[in-house]
């Protein structure tokens, strides 16, 4: 952050916190026990999600209510009643469906959050995007919902009105919470975007989501396992690509897989698996970029025409569907009732 951004930023907080002390010595003595649900709601709730003892830097939104507390504020408890305004907008958040291109205006007078709820799978990349175009600051923060209904969302990324746009790629299918909270007493118009794309370009050059013949978990041997990645049809000799840097960890032959290549994608903690390879054009321990072509189409092993199997694995070998991490949400239809799409 430049110089300037900071002491604009300072002057804007120390404005709010203006604003802030005023309404708290207007209200003074007549909050507390109307609020006094919420702030052990609010307080328990940061509690159990962050784990201030664990290490773990305080979000932003918290680090912001920690300055507040600091000053010398007759009714610090306004500041439990604004967290507890934005933990209301992360337990009742609005269904939408991505994209998601929306607007709304946030009342000055009150403490206002909203929260926007969808479904992301392993392998997607939401992007966000807020614009507001007064003065006030925004907190924009990425919340996944767990499985367990009763178990309290999960933070996992955040922005604020400063850098306003925000990425988080999904590393497992399930719902997740945008939640964008005002400082207090500074809303006004604003505006998002959710937008959702796959985290990697497509494996085989010059083909797309079309050329995807048969999807993971479609069963193989008479349903006694199911496919574990999926199949690309392309003609003989087209090249295979890289789809992130990684490291080529296995090349070999199998009766099976034919000619397979293994490659390690470290950021990810993942093992990619190519197979049914023409030929292969890479060697054990070199490192490639995407993009960079690492063999090409056959039908070697266990394969009836020219295709390409891609499989995701975990470092302990629990395959991953690729297709949301290949192509562009809703390309490619679900016709294997194995997967679920995650709720919209
Ligand atoms: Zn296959």
């Known amino acids: 952050m430049a110089p300037d951004d900071r002491s604009r930023r300072r002057g804007r907080m120390g404005g709010a916190i203006r604003t802030f002390s005023a309404w708290c010595r207007g209200r003074a003595g007549i909050a507390v026990l109307a609020v006094s649900a919420p702030i052990l709601a609010a307080l328990g709730w940061i509690a ?23 000053e010398d504020t007759p009714g610090a408890e306004a500041v439990e009643a604004w967290l507890a305004a934005a933990r209301r907008a992360l337990e009742s958040p609005v269904p939408v469906s991505l994209p998601f291109d929306g607007n709304g205006w946030m009342s000055e007078s009150e403490l206002a959050a909203v929260g926007y709820r969808f ?77 959702r794309r796959a985290a990697l370009p497509f494996p085989v050059a010059q083909r797309g989501p079309s050329s995807i013949i048969s999807r993971y978990g479609a069963p193989r041997d008479g349903g006694r396992r199911s496919h574990e990645g999926v199949d690309i049809i392309a003609p003989r000799g087209t090249p295979v690509l890289a789809v992130t840097k990684a490291l080529v960890h296995r090349v070999g032959r199998s009766e099976n897989g034919g000619n397979y290549v293994w490659l390690q994608d470290w950021s990810r903690r993942k093992n990619l698996y190519y197979a049914h390879l023409e030929r292969s054009w890479v060697d ?61």
């Open 119 to 195: 479904g992301l799978r392993e392998g997607q990349v939401v992007e966000v995007s807020v614009s507001v175009p007064s003065a006030a600051r925004y907190f924009v923060e990425l919340f996944r919902v767990p499985p367990d209904t009763a178990a309290e969302p999960l933070f996992v990324a955040e922005a604020d009105s400063v850098d306003a746009a925000l990425e988080h790629e999904s590393r497992r299918d399930g719902a997740y919470v945008l939640r964008i909270v005002p400082e207090p007493f500074r809303g006004g118009r604003y505006s998002v975007e959710i937008a």
């Open 48 to 70: 159990a999600t962050r784990s201030p003892g664990d290490g773990t830097p305080p979000t932003r939104i918290e680090a912001y209510a920690q300055g507040l507390r600091a």
């Open 284 to 344: 054990v321990g070199m490192v490639v970029e995407p993009g960079d072509g690492i063999g090409t189409v056959g039908n070697t092993g266990n394969a009836s025409g020219p295709h390409l199997h891609f499989g995701i694995y975990d470092l302990d070998r629990r395959p991953s569907d690729p297709v949301p991490y290949i192509t562009p949400p809703g390309a490619v239809r679900v016709a294997d009732a194995k997967v679920a799409e995650p709720e919209e």
